[in-house]
């Protein structure tokens, strides 16, 4: 598969945070959900791959080129929504298109007039006024309307209302069915990540925790419930944010080490979301190793 966007060895050191050799990629035709708790670096990782942030060491390639000498040619057919509105919140979206198109040698005003009304977005009213998910859906239809081949989202559903989010994913899966383009989905809402992601990526304290097809990570991880008496010997040790409570434990499990369990212990799919609370639970047993038990 051709990869739209490739990560390797990225580094970036702040005072109080850092990215350390984050490498990912996504192939041509998918989406990617970008996943972790707050302050995991999706921002930075983000604004490293719009050279927004001048990344300390690796490389980051858009559409084969690179993020910061061909910056410029990149953003040329990149589309970007963030958590909020980046445009002049005193225009309407006329002229909002009249600040846009001399940026865009393939702006398609037809296709921009479609997609305000496809959105019911009005064409005369301040862009300010908007709700949440109409500025949302503006920012979508801009991205449309330069044809962006890949969209970038940095947690765009926090705060929408579930109509909004709903239309929102479907805009997203609509997209995509040009196998052409991509989506990374920087998002803290795993269930949109779970509906339509065919590739995760789990950032953790600056690192890559995991990054795979969706399906292998449904299928690499177990939530583990039980008797803490029940546990094998050399188990505890695999499991991941283990909690004993006084009634028993639970934890993360890796699948491959599911063999051989006793009867007495009992296992679930865990989802992302489940996935993301263990790890941070782990992280937090770490650092404060006698807050295991309770």
Known sequence: MENILEIRGLCKKYDDFALEDVSFSLPKGYIMGFVGQNGSGKTTTIRSILNMAKIDSGNISVFGLDSVTDSIAIKERLGVVFDSLYLAEHLNTKQIEQQLKPFYKDWDSTEFSARLRAFDLPDNKKVGAFSKGMKMKLMIAIALSHKAELIILD????????????????????????????????????ADVERIADFVTILHDGKVWFTGERDTLAESYAVLKGAEEDIPAGLKEKLIGFHA??????????????AGLPAALEYEKASIDEILVYIAKEDRYERHPESRAV
């Open 245 to 258: 409570y006084r009634n028993g434990f639970d934890a993360l499990i890796h699948t491959d080490d599911l």
């Open 155 to 190: 947690e765009p559903t926090s705060g929408l209302d579930p109509v909004a989010r709903d239309e929102l994913l479907d805009i997203l899966s609509e997209y995509i069915e040009d196998e052409n383009r991509g989506v990374l989905f920087s998002t803290h809402i795993t």
